[in-house]
């Protein structure tokens, strides 16, 4: 198989449908920002450090779900709209016994009410780096963002994109 094959095969399981057989990622990421003060003097701080277990921990999980939640109502309020337009969670994030599935796979999904479009963000450590995969399903366009938990502060401006987008074709 080609390397630029593999990458897409990568992404793809990780953005496909749920399977019974898929396990929850344990693994820990530590990722270390280095600045310069003016002094010249380095700093270091531990980037994400607040959700780099948080698939180990049920409160950091939820407070994970909580900052996408956060970040989605910025952007729809500032664009201009209502909550109500927007199912949110639309995937299930849960067991039919109420467990939740506490594996990233979704952290959080949003549907377009008027538009029938899909939101799904998830965070694993099976993927290489930052990607967007667009698929359709059931005649709905879907962006599934899938990142590495290192990589948060990449996320907003794809939300935000999407959310102007929905307004765009919603109008």
């Given at each position: 198989?080609?390397?630029?094959?593999?990458?897409?095969?990568e992404?793809?399981?990780?953005?496909?449908?749920?399977?019974?057989?898929?396990?929850?990622?344990?693994?820990?990421?530590h990722n270390?920002?280095?600045?310069?003060?003016?002094?010249?003097?380095?700093?270091r701080?531990?980037?994400?450090?607040?959700h780099?277990?948080?698939?180990?921990s049920?409160?950091k999980?939820?407070?994970l779900?909580?900052y996408?939640?956060?970040?989605?109502i910025e952007?729809?309020k500032?664009?201009g709209?209502?909550l109500?337009?927007?199912k949110?969670p639309?995937y299930?994030?849960?067991?039919?016994?109420?467990?939740p599935f506490?594996d990233g796979?979704?952290?959080?999904?949003?549907?377009?009410?008027?538009?029938g479009?899909?939101l799904?963000?998830v965070i694993?450590?099976?993927?290489s780096k930052?990607?967007?995969?667009?698929n359709?399903i059931?005649?709905?366009?879907?962006?599934?963002?899938v990142?590495?938990?290192?990589?948060?502060?990449?996320v907003q401006?794809?939300?935000s994109?999407w959310?102007?987008?929905?307004?765009?074709?919603?109008?």
């Amino acid at each position: 198989m080609s390397k630029q094959n593999a990458g897409l095969t990568e992404h793809a399981n990780v953005a496909g449908y749920r399977k019974k057989s898929d396990a929850p990622s344990k693994s820990k990421v530590h990722n270390t920002n280095v600045s310069i003060s003016k002094s010249g003097q380095e700093k270091r701080s531990r980037s994400n450090d607040m959700h780099a277990d948080f698939l180990e921990s049920q409160e950091k999980y939820k407070l994970l779900e909580n900052y996408f939640f956060k970040i989605f109502i910025e952007e729809t309020k500032s664009q201009g709209l209502s909550l109500a337009e927007f199912k949110t969670p639309h995937y299930s994030a849960h067991f039919a016994n109420g467990t939740p599935f506490m594996d990233g796979n979704p952290i959080f999904s949003a549907k377009n009410i008027a538009t029938g479009n899909i939101l799904r963000i998830v965070i694993t450590d099976d993927v290489s780096k930052y990607a967007k995969n667009h698929n359709t399903i059931d005649n709905f366009e879907e962006l599934c963002i899938v990142m590495r938990i290192s990589e948060l502060n990449l996320v907003q401006q794809d939300i935000s994109s999407w959310i102007d987008q929905q307004a765009q074709e919603s109008s």
